[in-house]
């Protein structure tokens, strides 16, 4: 039986790639897989073959410092990455996802 698999991932390059992977091997065994993220690995995840639904806004990591002054600070840090980051990307990802699951008629979802 094929199933059409959701990835719902946010975060860093370090969280997304392993999803790829499955996501990846999940095709060539049949399935559709599609990855919910951030625009910005549109290209790693169309690279192995997969479907990008884009998520939130564009992360540009050269703005970072810009966006974010106190990225570098030694206890501050968590707070910006938190607030600005992922709680916005959290709220919207668990939104579209489910719009994903009753559009597309996904048989599973594997969320990070």
Known sequence: MNMNILFAVSGSFGDVAPYLSIAREAVKRG???TV???EC???KVESVGVVL???GEKF???????KMPDIM????CWDEVWEKIVLPDFVQMNVECWKLVR??????????
Request: glycine share 0%; aromatic share 4%; hydrophobic share 35%.
């Open 60 to 66: 540009d990591i050269s703005k970072v410092r810009e």
């Open 73 to 76: 600070h030694p206890t501050k």
């Open 36 to 38: 919910l993220s951030n």
């Open 41 to 43: 690995w549109r290209e």
């Open 31 to 33: 399935h559709t897989a």
């Open 53 to 55: 639904e884009p998520v």
């Open 103 to 112: 559009s597309r008629s996904i048989d599973v979802v594997v969320a990070h």
